[in-house]
C-alpha cells in the first residue's frame, strides 16, 4: 500500500540553456509542514509552479498519495487534493470576506451550501470570522494575506503550497500567521509546503526546512541545522532574502 506523501522525485527543468531546477526531490507527509528556502533565482517559484501545474518538468515525476501528476492540469491537481496561494494573494474586493473564502470550496464544484459552511469554518479556524461580513476589499493587508489562506483551506486540501504568505507582513502580523499555519494543521490535517524569504519565520514554523540553491537541493533537515550548514550560509551570503 502507498503510504501518503505529496511527492516530487528528481524534478529536472531548463529554459534554453539555464538548467533551473536540477534532481530535486521533495516528500511531504500528511500534517508536516515543509519550509523552501533560496536566495532569488533560486528556482523555488519554477519548483512550487511544476508541483501545482503550472509548468512542465523535463524530467522527475510529481504524485499525491501515489498517483501520478505528471500531465496534470492545475485543476485536476485541485481535485485531487493540491491547493495552492499566490504572492499576489488578490481578493474579490466588492465581495465579502466569506464570500471570498468561500470560492475555495466552490472552485472544486461544491455545493453553495457547503462552500458557505467551510468558508465560516475555516474563518473560526484561523479567528477572523468577525471579518466574514466586512467588503473584503475594505480590510488590512495582515488581514487579506489571512483570508487569501483560508480561501485556499476551504478546498479542504490533502497539501497545500503557499507562495510567500508572509509577505508585506509586519512584526505584530507575523505571529498571527505562524498560529494560524498551526490551527490549519490542527483542524485540517493537511500537509504543508511554506515557500518563504523570511527564514525567522520559516525557522519557527516548520518541521523540516528545504533549501535550493541555483537549482540545486542543498539542505534537506531540521530548521535549527540549516541555519548552521556552511552551504547554506554560503548560498545567502551576500542575498537580502537571508534576515
Request: charged residues 20%; contains cysteine.
Given at each position: 500500500m502507498e503510504q501518503k506523501t505529496f511527492h516530487a522525485d528528481e524534478i529536472s527543468k531548463s529554459f534554453g540553456a539555464l538548467q533551473v531546477l536540477d534532481n530535486v526531490s521533495l516528500a511531504i507527509k500528511p500534517g508536516e509542514i515543509?519550509?523552501?528556502?533560496?536566495?532569488?533565482?533560486?528556482?523555488?517559484?519554477?519548483?512550487?509552479?511544476?508541483?501545482?501545474?503550472?509548468?512542465?518538468?523535463?524530467?522527475?515525476?510529481?504524485?499525491?498519495?501515489?498517483?501520478?501528476?505528471?500531465?496534470?492540469?492545475?485543476?485536476?491537481?485541485?481535485?485531487?487534493?493540491?491547493?495552492?496561494?499566490?504572492?499576489?494573494?488578490?481578493?474579490?474586493?466588492?465581495?465579502?470576506?466569506?464570500?471570498?473564502?468561500a470560492l475555495g470550496a466552490l472552485g472544486l464544484g461544491n455545493s453553495r451550501k457547503v462552500a458557505e459552511d467551510r468558508a465560516d469554518e475555516v474563518l473560526e479556524i484561523l479567528g477572523i470570522d468577525k471579518l466574514s461580513r466586512f467588503?473584503?476589499?475594505?480590510?488590512?493587508?495582515?488581514?487579506?494575506?489571512?483570508?487569501?489562506?483560508?480561501?485556499?483551506?476551504?478546498?479542504?486540501?490533502?497539501?497545500?503550497?503557499?507562495?510567500?504568505?508572509?509577505?508585506?507582513?509586519?512584526?505584530?502580523?507575523?505571529?498571527?500567521?505562524?498560529?494560524?499555519?498551526?490551527?490549519?494543521?490542527?483542524?485540517?490535517?493537511?500537509?504543508?509546503?511554506?515557500?518563504?524569504?523570511?527564514?525567522?519565520?520559516?525557522t519557527e514554523a516548520c518541521d523540516r526546512v528545504i533549501v535550493l540553491a541555483t537549482g540545486i537541493l542543498i539542505f534537506d533537515g531540521l530548521p535549527a541545522d540549516a541555519l548552521t550548514n556552511p552551504e547554506v550560509k554560503t548560498a545567502y551570503l551576500g542575498s537580502s532574502g537571508a534576515h
Open positions: 515543509v519550509g523552501l528556502l533560496g536566495p532569488n533565482g533560486a528556482g523555488k517559484s519554477t519548483f512550487i509552479n511544476i508541483l501545482a501545474g503550472y509548468e512542465r518538468q523535463d524530467g522527475g515525476t510529481v504524485t499525491i498519495d501515489g498517483v501520478p501528476l505528471d500531465g496534470r492540469k492545475p485543476s485536476d491537481r485541485a481535485k485531487l487534493g493540491i491547493a495552492r496561494t499566490f504572492q499576489s494573494g488578490r481578493l474579490f474586493g466588492n465581495l465579502t470576506v466569506a464570500e471570498n473564502v467588503p473584503a476589499g475594505s480590510i488590512s493587508h495582515g488581514n487579506a494575506r489571512l483570508v487569501g489562506l483560508a480561501r485556499a483551506v476551504a478546498a479542504h486540501p490533502k497539501y497545500l503550497i503557499m507562495d510567500e504568505p508572509a509577505a508585506g507582513l509586519n512584526e505584530d502580523e507575523a505571529p498571527r500567521l505562524l498560529h494560524a499555519l498551526e490551527q490549519v494543521r490542527k483542524n485540517i490535517g493537511c500537509g504543508m509546503l511554506l515557500v518563504e524569504h523570511n527564514v525567522k519565520l520559516v
